[in-house]
């Protein structure tokens, strides 16, 4: 079983820049689908980015597209989510999950595995 530690969040003004990771222990990143989710304050949680474990499918939330990049670095068994151009709406807790089952799927019950999350807070 993959468990998973998100880092990297913190404030930061609009129109800046994070890069939020994603450790794995346990087993090898490279079996798995990655994705990234958030959670706003009495909000849903919401699909943001999926990467297939193949490493050539990608997929972004229509909010995130053209500012956001997941990208994985099996050797370092990591996932990182590269956040550009960041406004107050992007606040949320992120999180990343882990999905053996099937491709870059933006649902989140598709995904078995969960870390802890980590809070972004994008200022105006």
């Known amino acids: 079983q993959v468990q998973l530690v998100e880092s990297g969040g913190g404030l930061v003004q609009a129109g800046g820049s994070l890069r939020l990771s994603c450790a794995a222990s346990?087993?090898?990143?490279?079996?798995?689908?990655m994705g990234w989710f958030r959670q706003a304050p009495g909000k849903e949680r919401e699909f943001v980015a999926a990467?297939?474990?193949?490493?050539?499918?990608?997929r972004y939330a229509d909010s995130v597209k053209g500012r956001f990049t997941i990208a994985r670095d099996n050797p370092k068994n990591t996932v990182y989510l590269q956040m550009n151009n960041l406004k107050p709406e992007d606040t949320a807790v992120y999180y990343c999950?882990?999905?053996?089952?099937?491709?870059?799927?933006?649902?989140?019950?598709?995904?078995?595995?969960w870390g802890q999350g980590t809070q972004v807070t994008v200022s105006s």
């Open positions: 990467n297939h474990r193949n490493g050539g499918v990608t």
């Open positions: 999950a882990a999905n053996s089952e099937s491709g870059a799927s933006s649902s989140a019950w598709r995904y078995a595995h």
């Open positions: 346990g087993r090898s990143l490279s079996t798995y689908t």
